[in-house]
Every structure is written in C-alpha cells, then in structure tokens.
C-alpha cells in the first residue's frame, strides 16, 4: 500500500509514559470538611492520616454537639486512587484520591455517592495538623530523649526496610547525651545538643559492614542527620528540620524507657 508502514499507538488521555497515580505526601496530614446530614445543618468530618498507616477521624453533628470517633489503618488500592479506612465501626471507608490535597467519600461498594442535589462530600487537607486525642486513650506527646524513634520517611520518600535488614532508629540518651541506634544494617552512634526547640547531631559514626542491600538509605539517613537544626513531636510522631525549616527526616515513637 502506498501509504503502508509502521504506526505507534498510545492509550487515549496520555502522552508517552503511563500516568502516575495520585499519592497522600507530606504527612502527617489533616483532611476535613462538612458533609450533609438529614436532621441537622452539616457534619463536620475531621481525619488524621499519619505515615505509619494509621489513622484518626471525628465526626461532629452540628447544632447536637454529638461526636463519634473511629480509629484504625489505612491503605492505598486500586493503583493508587483509592483511600481505604479500616476503622473499628462496621465496614471499611472508601475516598477517591483527586490529588494529594482533596479526598472525596465513595458507597461501599467504592462508587461516587449518586445524588439528585449533588451534595457535596469531599474533604480538603488542612494548613496545619492538629493531633487528635480519641476519648478513652491517652494519646500525648512522646518524649524526644530515651525515645525508640523508628524512622519512616527521609525528605519526601517514604522509608522501605529492604530484606534481611531491620528497621532504621535512634535514641537519644538524656543522661550521657548520645544517640544511638541503627541504619538499618550498620549501627549509628555520636553526640547531640538539645536547646528547646533546637536540636544537633555531631561525632556521627558507626559500623562499616559490606550491606549487600540498602546502604544508600543508610548514607541518606546519616546526611540527614547531620543537616538536623530543629524538631517538632506531634503526638507519637517527630520530626526533625534543618535550618531552613525543610523537614529532612519523620519517625514514630515506638516504645519508650
């Protein structure tokens, strides 16, 4: 045919690679909004996603002052486009992840909530993450020092624990005022100073074993370390900043002493 040769075919919608789907960064994160409800002017719906895949919700019946709580784990499906929240009160919760900032709730069966009056469900990230204390259970601050901190994100990227290793952490001793802990194969050790809000690590060192997996988180987990200026615990959560306040690494309280 004269106009015969080779043609090259893409899914409608995209161009070049496939898509990436939507993901929940920056946490811990707060999303809320106000939903309706039969017998009252809104509910207002408040969840706390945390990055050890936990989370928190409260909702609060306007002019009844009633609120219920729930808590539990939460996951990703459906390649990323779907937020599931497996909580203590009946079946799972499903929202559609829009984008990193914006969650809309879905039926049961993981659908749009159909709707003659297009009533709005959908839930915003808040500016700011306010811890939230369920009734019942003593959720305060962990402590900074003689603290297990199980490390979860570096930056921006959550932290995978690559096979045959375990879990990066430290502890920060409040007597000798040293930190110790691991990378994840080698063990970290060093000194720090602790002002306020202010906190610095120095003399960092450890072990130097051949890891056969991982020692590029290990070498990011160190530089991080020695960038930390500031930190923050919000709950069981820290979080640690350098200078320009620029989060450098997130971990979780694990156990204290």
């Known amino acids: 045919m004269a106009d015969g040769g080779t043609y090259e075919l893409e899914p409608v919608g995209q161009k070049g690679a496939v898509a990436k789907a939507p993901a929940i960064l920056g946490l811990p994160a707060k999303f809320a909004g106000t939903w309706p409800c039969a017998d009252c002017s809104g509910i207002l719906y408040e969840l706390n996603l945390l990055p050890d895949h936990t989370f928190a919700s409260r909702m609060t019946y306007q002019e009844r002052s009633t609120r219920s709580y729930d808590h539990g784990s939460w996951e990703l499906v459906n390649n990323g486009k779907t937020l599931v929240l497996h909580g203590q009160r009946g079946a799972p919760q499903k929202f559609a992840l829009h984008d990193a900032d914006a969650l809309r709730k879905l039926d049961v069966n993981g659908h749009e909530i159909q709707s003659r009056l297009n009533l709005n ?65 080698n063990r970290l050790m060093g000194s720090y100073k602790l002002n306020g809000g202010q906190l610095s690590f120095s003399h960092l060192a450890g072990t130097m074993m051949a890891c056969i997996e991982g020692i590029d988180a290990e070498r990011e987990f160190l530089k991080s370390l020695i960038e930390v200026a500031n930190w923050k615990i919000t709950g069981q959560h820290l979080e640690l900043s350098d200078a320009n306040g620029k989060v450098v690494a997130l971990f979780v309280a694990r156990y204290t002493k």
């Open 121 to 185: 469900y959908d839930l915003k990230r808040a500016s700011k993450f306010v811890s939230m204390e369920l009734p019942g259970q003593e959720i305060g601050n962990a402590s900074l020092e003689n603290t297990h901190w199980k490390l979860i994100q570096l930056g921006d990227k959550p932290v995978t624990v690559a096979s045959k290793q375990r879990e990066p952490y430290f502890v920060l001793n409040a007597e000798t005022k040293r930190v110790t802990g691991l990378r994840g194969c």
